[in-house]
Each structure stands twice: as structure tokens, then as C-alpha cells.
């Protein structure tokens, strides 16, 4: 069988510090990232799900209704989106070429875009995930309950997403989301990733 592999992190445990800690990071990508990819590698074998890439796993699992493996997949494959578009403090860039323009497009600034991700993260009730997404070439943001992504939905394309999971972020920041959000939104963002991840989308 073709097992699903762990995505390898794109930078060392420690280079998101302080805002992330590198404990964090290691019980996040070392623990439930790499449980995620671990069952859903068990609860795939032997099934016509086993040799599929990671996201035609998710949406056939979605549209199978099949909840464990779909939580187990869009799980892992939700974590390895989190992971790229976050980047060490000052090494991720600014939003560049059509990118930039639809962000002046649809939120007015990169301010305001940042504000309206950091409140979809602080609202979203319980464990989840805060996105910006484009569709047919407009932004907008979004937030999922649990494993929900936007992958499943045509026509969308995610281009960063901010996990608010309590696993992300309690050992750092205990209850408070939203210095979290603030933090890693302000300090953290892999800007190149996301101009790239639009631009691949029109």
C-alpha cells in the first residue's frame, strides 16, 4: 500500500519562537499532526481509499460520508496547510502581484484582511480553523468547525489558515485565542505562500 507521509516541517521546531515555542510545535507536528497521518494510514488500508493523494482522500471521504477517515484525512492534510502558511518572523514576505492587488481589492489593506482572520479565529465556538480563501479571484475569510476545510467545496481555493484548535496554542498562551491570533497573524504569516497559492488559482 501507498501509505499517506507526514509532511516534513519547512522549518525547525524553534523558529517560530516566541510566539509559537518549540514545544508546542513538537507536541502539535510530533503528536496529533503525525496521529492524524498515523489512523488515517490504519483506516485506510485495504479500502479503494488506500493510494489516493492526501486530498482526494478528504473530499471522496466527504461526499462518502465517511466521518472517521474524512476527519483523520482533512485533519492531516488541514495541519500541513498550517504549517506553510506560517513562517519564521520576517521571513514571510509581503503579499506581492494580483495577490496584493485583490487583497486592496476586498479587504482594503493588509490590516484589515488580518483583522477579519483574527476575529473568524476568536469566534469560531470550540475547535477549529480560521481561513482566507479565494473563489473565482475574490477573497474573503472563512472558519470551519473541527476538521472541515474548505477543499471540499468547488470552486474554493484556501491560501492561509490560522488552526484554533486548543492544541495549537495552550501550552504558550493558555486560554487566550486571541493574543494568540493576534501574534502569530502579525508576526507569522507566510505572505509569499498565500501570493503563490493565489496565483495558482486564476
Known amino acids: 500500500m501507498s ?33 492524524y497521518v498515523s489512523t488515517l494510514n490504519k483506516l485506510i488500508d485495504g479500502t479503494p ?9 478528504v473530499r471522496r471521504a466527504a461526499a462518502d460520508g465517511a466521518s472517521a477517515i474524512f476527519n483523520n484525512a ?11 502558511s506560517l513562517a519564521p518572523a520576517g521571513a514571510g514576505g509581503e503579499p506581492t502581484g494580483a495577490f496584493a492587488a ?17 476575529e473568524a479565529a476568536v469566534k469560531r465556538f470550540g475547535s477549529g480553523w480560521a481561513w482566507l480563501v479565494a473563489e473565482k479571484g ?12 474548505p477543499i471540499t467545496r468547488p ?4 491560501l492561509l489558515t490560522l488552526d484554533v484548535w486548543e492544541h495549537a496554542y495552550y ?4 486560554n ?24 495558482g488559482s486564476v
Open 3 to 35: 501509505e499517506i507521509t507526514l509532511e516534513k516541517l519547512p522549518y525547525a521546531e524553534n523558529a517560530l519562537e516566541p510566539v509559537i515555542s518549540s514545544r508546542t510545535v513538537s507536541f502539535h507536528y510530533g503528536k496529533h499532526h503525525a496521529g
Open 49 to 57: 481509499y488506500a493510494g489516493l493523494r492526501l486530498d482526494e482522500i
Open 74 to 84: 482533512a485533519q492531516a492534510w488541514n495541519h500541513a496547510f498550517y504549517w506553510k
Open 102 to 118: 485583490a487583497v486592496q481589492r476586498d479587504f482594503g489593506s493588509k490590516e484589515a484582511l488580518v483583522k477579519a482572520l483574527a
Open 138 to 149: 475574490r477573497l474573503s475569510v472563512l472558519s470551519t468547525a473541527n476538521a472541515e476545510t
Open 155 to 158: 470552486g474554493v481555493t484556501p
Open 171 to 174: 501550552l504558550d498562551w493558555q
Open 176 to 199: 487566550r485565542r486571541a493574543d494568540y491570533a493576534d501574534a502569530v497573524l502579525g508576526q507569522l504569516v507566510n505572505w509569499s505562500f498565500a501570493s503563490a497559492a493565489y496565483a
